[in-house]
């Protein structure tokens, strides 16, 4: 555990269980509250595992669009500018065949990039694919005609490697499908999610700890400067090394053990326990 710094220049907060709640509910009180720390000169970034498109969409709806984003869990980081600072993405050797394996094994796999969701059922021999700003979610389930383009790719590698999009992130679908894991880290991917949650892989050695480092580095802050905000196991190395991590109420018992200050639940305003200080603090507090 780092030493805890009394304010932060860069505030990291995970969407899903710390900003977003069941449903994606969201309490009315966090945007103005995230509007007045970045008012201050806090850099507010939001660290997700979810595609980068999906990040701007929920930055612009909190009322910080500009934004710098740690999306795909560290696949692909972009500056407040604009610029990627980090743009790994799945090889296509790669996720072809962990497509193999899971087309094999009859397990459902979903890829996804910046806009695009790519997924292949069992049984199905193409991958389907479709872009959109935002998900269906975000749409209330329901989606007009110009909000998406879908388009399938045969499972032929030759059209891959001249027609696929950058895919940053895997996910295996299904009770089943942890089986698979062994033979998926086998091709250079590392799991985001415990074993019995939803299978998310990436490459090796990325995490939203190494996005948050890139972006710290780009900025010329260091980690002690850093608070970091998360509830699950893909939030765990950056509160690992943020001058302040804290777990929300609702993470894991170990996940709570190694964090700096625990908060309540997501449900019960544990984010506001951090926000609203910040937020009130006079400007001077900050130098």
Not at 122 to 138: F, K, M, T, V, Y
Not at 188 to 204: K, L
């Amino acid at each position: 555990m780092r030493a805890m710094t009394t304010r932060p220049r860069l505030l990291a907060l995970d969407l899903d269980g710390t900003i977003l709640g069941a449903r994606e509910a969201l309490s009315p009180d966090i945007a103005p509250l995230l509007q007045a720390i970045r008012s201050q000169g806090v850099v507010v970034v939001l660290a997700t595992g979810r595609r980068l498109n999906n990040a701007r969409w929920w930055s612009e709806r909190l009322g910080i669009g500009g934004a710098p984003l740690v999306a795909a869990d560290g696949a692909v980081v972009t500056a407040a500018d604009g610029r990627r600072l980090v743009d790994r993405p799945l090889s296509t050797i790669q996720w072809h065949r962990a497509w193999a394996l899971a087309r094999q094994a009859g397990i459902e796999i979903r890829f996804y990039g910046a806009t695009v969701t790519a997924m292949a059922r069992p049984g199905e021999a193409d991958l389907h694919c479709w872009s959109g700003r935002i998900g269906r979610r975000q749409m209330g389930g329901g989606l007009p005609p110009e909000a998406w383009n879908t388009w399938r790719f045969p499972a032929r590698l030759g059209r891959f490697q001249f027609h696929a999009p950058r895919l940053y992130k895997g996910s295996l679908i299904g009770v089943h499908s942890a089986y698979l894991r062994p033979a998926i880290a086998a091709l250079g991917m590392a799991f985001t999610t415990p074993a019995d949650d939803a299978n998310e892989f990436i490459r090796t050695g990325l995490s939203k700890a190494t996005g948050l480092a890139a972006l710290i580095g780009d900025l010329g802050l260091t980690w002690d400067q850093v608070w970091a905000v998360g509830d699950g196991a893909n939030d765990r190395d950056m509160l690992a090394v943020a001058g302040l991590g804290v777990a929300m109420g609702q993470a894991t018992a170990e996940l709570r053990h190694e964090a700096s200050r625990v908060v309540a639940p997501q449900d019960q305003g544990g984010l506001l326990e951090v926000l609203q200080p910040l937020a009130k603090a006079p400007v001077a507090e900050w130098l």
